[in-house]
């Protein structure tokens, strides 16, 4: 309530800008207390040139991170795991420092480095070389200990994959289960998130989607369809499955407070601020927006899609927008525009 009315024309335009700036298509959904808006542009396959449209699933990539950090919140809720405890307590002998805290790892303060540098400094080849494999969670943080830490434990913001890949082994660990289970058990389900998956190793998105294009890195060069991957790279860093729909209902609940106690969602909230517009908590981002309205979720970057998915403080407003490409700097800048028609409404004459 007293938010600006969302700016549905300029919605649109911010997607045509981003097709226009070399996305093959884009879609973008608004949640309002109850009202929906949804805009669409180009095409959600180029092949036959289907257009987008906005029930169509997609990769969330790094949306991930808020699913992972829920779980394990929802642990400590239990009393299962202690944000402060060194990650070594539950993962003896894992990392090379006991004073590496779980809470380092969800707000990115570990100091562990992220092996995804290294991976992709070659966009293309470095994606054909991963798109099939299948890794385990200890190959990719032994990739990360091959490299000094980045900060002392807890001294500095740093942002890295290896973080919620070890998320993802404490919730294995403390649970007995498959994060794809954990997941299902307790967000997709009770959420009733119908085309949100967690597939890992399989390859395919199931259902209706976007295929997403690799932008390659030498100009002029073609796009790569990069739809099928396993995104074991990445796993409970970026491996889930979603679309607009159900990012706005996840990320409502959580923000209205269905998913974790009053406490547990303070702290998930707490923020280290990483630039003028920018600060992370658990899992979880805080964009400031230019009318002064400040909404939390997170962004993804997974090879061929970009998303954007944020809510209001109270989950009263969600969006979700999504643009099929990746590697393109200028699309992703442009795509953060679907905050400001979202959140603020009209930009002021
Ligand atoms: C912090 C980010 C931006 S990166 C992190 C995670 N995505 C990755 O780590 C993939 C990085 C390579 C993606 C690839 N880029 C290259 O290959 C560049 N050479 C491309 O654009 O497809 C995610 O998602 N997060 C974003 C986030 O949280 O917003």
Not at 211 to 235: E, F, M
Request: net charge positive; glycine share 10%; with cysteine.
């Amino acid at each position: 309530a007293g938010l600006p009315k969302p700016d549905p024309a300029g919605l649109a335009r911010v997607l045509r800008s981003a097709v226009d700036q070399g996305a093959p298509g884009a879609l973008a959904r608004i949640d309002d207390h109850g009202t929906t808006y949804t805009a669409t542009h180009g095409f959600a396959d180029r092949g036959t040139r289907r257009a987008m449209a906005a029930g169509d699933r997609f990769r969330v990539g790094s949306v991930t991170k808020t699913f992972s950090a829920v779980v394990l919140l929802q642990l400590v809720d239990e009393h299962k795991l202690s944000l402060d405890a060194p990650v070594n307590r539950y993962l003896p002998g894992l990392l090379p420092d006991d004073r590496i805290t779980v809470r380092h790892l969800l707000s990115h303060r570990s100091g562990l480095y992220d092996y995804t540098n290294d991976m992709f400094a070659n966009s293309v080849p470095g994606f054909e070389a991963v798109r099939n494999k299948v890794f385990t969670y200890r190959e990719l943080v032994a990739l990360s200990l091959k490299h000094p830490r980045t900060n002392a434990p807890g001294a500095a913001y740093s942002y890295s994959n290896t973080n919620f890949v070890v998320a993802g082994m404490l919730i294995e660990k403390l649970t007995g289960h498959s994060v794809a289970t954990e997941y299902r058990k307790r967000v997709f389900e009770p959420l009733k998130l119908a085309d949100t998956f967690y597939v890992h190793p399989d390859t395919r998105i199931p259902g209706v989607h976007a295929h997403g294009y690799l932008t390659p890195d030498k100009a002029g060069d073609p796009l790569v369809d990069a739809t099928d991957q396993t995104v074991s790279w990445a796993q409970s860093a970026g491996a889930v499955i979603s679309s607009a729909r159900d990012l706005d209902t996840f990320y409502g609940a959580l923000l209205g407070g269905r998913l974790l106690s009053p406490a547990r969602l303070a702290e998930m909230e707490k923020t280290t601020r990483v630039n003028a517009t920018t600060a992370y908590g658990l899992g979880l981002r805080r964009r400031d927006l230019s009318c002064g309205v400040s909404v939390y979720g997170h962004t993804g970057t997974v090879q061929g899609y970009y998303t954007y998915a944020f809510a209001t403080k109270d989950g009263g407003r969600r969006m979700t927008a999504v643009a099929t490409t990746s590697n393109n700097g200028k699309v992703l800048d442009t795509l953060a525009g679907t905050l400001e028609s979202a959140f603020c409404g009209k930009p002021k004459k």
